[in-house]
């Protein structure tokens, strides 16, 4: 099985600031990996897939990045309503593994 | 508008059994692959099980094999799991996910959209 190892577990940031969530598998996987952004009492939403591509609405300044085992989610300046929790998964294969989570924090 | 609603959690004894399911809307659901996917209280999300968009092929994560079977009714536009021996582990908010693209269509998937989930406690 795929493992998805997911970091920081949590960080704490200011509105403005750049912000980088890594994930790494446990073996390559070109480049299927998805980022999805969770909210208190919600469900997820797909934020990136395929490392890279950015579904339609969702802003420009989050962009992914990776291929093979290391990849990276990048908030370019972050917003008062990116306070929230992101998860990586890959759809490589069956078992469909997401990473831990990282909590994104008011600092 | 693209929709999938999920039903039939609640309280339940170890043991026992439940069946959730999952009416989508807005799309060609026999075109789509789907999961279910499960996130306990206050943790991460955990992927449980996904079915072909015909129903051919279907897998499980180790910890509910054995006990959940995912099906579907493609002329109903309805995603189930029929969960078996719950135990305490099993309590969590189950999410119905539609996976796109559809059948034939590409080669990355993702998983989108999300229901809002069907919450099952599992307690004597």
């Known amino acids: 099985d795929i493992q998805m190892t997911q970091s920081p577990s949590s960080l704490s940031a200011s509105v403005g600031d750049r912000v980088a969530i890594t994930c790494r598998a446990s073996?390559?996987?070109?480049?299927?990996v998805n980022w999805y952004q969770q909210k208190p009492g919600k469900a997820p939403k797909l934020l990136v897939s395929?490392?890279?591509s950015l579904p339609s609405g969702v802003p420009s300044r989050f962009s992914g990045s990776g291929s093979g085992t290391d990849f990276t989610l990048t908030i370019s300046s972050l917003q008062p309503e990116d306070f929230a929790t992101y998860f990586c998964?890959?759809?490589?294969?069956?078992?469909?593994?997401f990473g831990q989570g990282t909590k994104v924090e008011v600092k | 508008q693209v929709q999938v609603v999920e039903s039939g959690g609640g309280v339940v004894q170890p043991g026992r059994s439940l069946r959730l399911s999952c009416v989508a809307s807005?799309?060609?659901?026999?075109?789509?692959?789907m999961h279910w996917v499960r996130q306990a209280p206050g943790k991460g999300l955990e992927w449980v099980a996904v079915?072909?968009?015909?129903?051919?092929?279907?897998y499980y994560a180790d910890s509910v094999k054995g006990r959940f079977t995912i099906s579907r009714d493609n002329s109903n536009n309805t995603l189930y799991l029929q969960m078996n021996s719950l135990n305490t582990g099993d309590t969590a908010l189950y999410y119905c996910?539609?996976?796109?693209?559809?059948?034939?269509?590409?080669?990355?998937?993702?998983?989108?959209?999300w229901g809002q989930g069907t919450l099952v406690i599992v307690s004597s």
């Open positions: 998964q890959q759809s490589y294969h069956s078992p469909y593994a």
């Open positions: 079915t072909s968009y015909d129903g051919s092929n279907k």
């Open positions: 073996r390559s996987i070109s480049g299927f």
């Open positions: 395929g490392a890279s």
């Open positions: 996910v539609r996976e796109s693209p559809p059948y034939g269509s590409g080669s990355y998937s993702w998983f989108d959209p």
């Open positions: 807005g799309f060609t659901f026999s075109n789509h692959a």
